[in-house]
């Protein structure tokens, strides 16, 4: 089935965005898409550099629990397309995938190349347009949408129905900078702020610590904030630290340091040494030993973990290194201070965006019949492991399958 008269655009080509063009075009529908970026996907290819994990194996309740406040009202969307779809779509592209130990799901290439390559062949062959270097401005007074073109000239399209994809604010220099939030206000639509997420942490490192140990691994630690606890590793930066069981506190320690200007996090460097063994071998005559190299032999530390641990010890806590019984309290329970999270700039994704308030239950705007928004410009946010390009492309097809319901049935 075919509709000549029923166009659709597109703004914002990263994966929600995309992925609505595919399921409008094999409906028939005349899909542009349109991007301020000279070509398509490019967060998306830096999400590759990584490995791409594209989604994750959790069973349905464990895997919600990461959208956090967000888990409720994301789930319908998630279930409709769910991480079995995500896999049989990569399957379907010729990019077979597979879940690792971790139950993270990657393309075997462990590239994004390959998979976008294929992805837009695909469009092509479906009729969609690419639009590149089309800055969008907003809407005209006639309800227009009006986008600065390449060569600066002003460009006006009236789709039957839009998909806003615009991204949250992230990695600005790749396209996604939030300027849209200044577009969409003025309609009356309300936005929670855009803060970074998925973001390093600031931390008042000693000029050591920055010199010796900026960017090595503290391996298989538990971190805990407030009420969260994540598992994985941390790596030590210039600034503080940054990885996976940093980014999983995220929501938790921007919290703190909105209520109290700054936070506390706990690392236990041993997770998988019970208190009582750790203590016990802590407890063994040290003899001539360093302090390091005790620390290595009696309680298995890296010496990234040591100089962790020095560098508390000296500043905050004065535990001595001749009492077993502290030592492993602290060594299972290390406070680390906080004092802000690094910029937007070097985020990975972006928390806050569109309130669901704003939106009915086919994603589209209460305030504009006919425009859509999916992926990182809706308030919800997750941890890296395949979260985050799950509920991209669960939104951008949910609304997809919301602009084709509408398009059936609005009068207009």
């Known amino acids: 089935m075919t509709h000549p008269l029923k166009t659709c655009a597109i703004i914002g080509a990263g994966p929600a965005g995309l992925i609505a063009a595919e399921k409008l075009a094999e409906q028939g529908y005349r899909v542009t898409v349109y991007d301020r970026m000279a070509s398509p996907g490019r967060k998306f290819l830096l999400a590759g550099r990584g490995g791409l994990n594209l989604t994750h194996t959790d069973e349905p309740d464990e895997f919600m629990a990461h959208y956090r406040d967000a888990s409720s009202w994301l789930w319908p969307y998630i279930e409709a397309f769910s991480p079995d779809d995500l896999r049989d779509w990569c399957d379907g592209l010729g990019e077979d995938s597979f879940a690792g130990s971790s139950g993270r799901v990657f393309p075997k290439s462990f590239k ?37 073109g390449p060569d600066g000239q002003t460009i006006l399209v009236t789709p039957d129905a839009t998909l806003l994809a615009l991204g949250g604010a992230s990695w600005p220099k790749l396209g996604a900078d939030g300027s849209w939030t200044k577009l969409l206000e003025p309609s009356g639509i309300s ?7 998925n973001s390093g942490v600031l931390v008042e490192w000693s000029d050591l610590m920055k010199e010796r140990f900026a960017g090595a691994a503290i391996k298989r630690v538990v971190a805990i904030c407030g009420p969260t606890q994540a598992k994985g ?15 999983s506190l995220g929501p938790d320690i921007r919290r703190l340091i909105e209520q109290d200007g700054q936070a506390v996090i706990h690392l236990d460097l041993r997770r998988d040494l019970p208190l009582h063994i ?23 530390l890296a010496p990234a973990a040591i100089a962790l641990f020095r560098e508390e010890r000296a500043t905050a806590i004065k535990a001595p290194f001749d009492d077993p019984v502290e030592m492993a309290k602290l060594l299972k329970n290390l406070p680390i201070h906080i004092r802000g999270i690094a910029g937007l700039e070097r985020a990975i994704s972006t928390a806050g965006g569109v309130k669901l308030t704003e939106i009915d239950d ?34 951008g097809v949910a609304a997809a399958a919301g602009m084709i319901d509408w398009l059936n049935h609005a009068k207009h």
């Open 112 to 148: 994004a190349s390959p998979l976008l390559r294929a992805w837009l062949r695909r469009l092509d062959a479906l009729g969609v347009t690419f639009s590149a270097r089309h800055d969008w401005q907003g809407w005209d007074s006639s309800g227009a949408l009006k986008f600065i």
């Open 191 to 197: 936005i929670a702020s855009l803060q970074p997420a």
């Open 233 to 247: 590793e941390a790596i030590i930066t210039q600034k503080g630290l940054e990885g996976g069981v940093i980014y």
């Open 278 to 300: 750790l203590t016990e071998r802590l407890s063994k005559p040290r003899g001539k030993m360093s302090v390091s190299t005790w620390l290595h032999k009696a309680a298995g």
């Open 362 to 395: 086919h994603l589209m705007l209460k305030e504009r019949p006919g425009v859509f928004v999916a992926g990182e410009m809706l308030d919800w946010e997750a941890p890296t492991g395949g979260y985050l390009l799950q509920a991209c492309f669960s939104t």
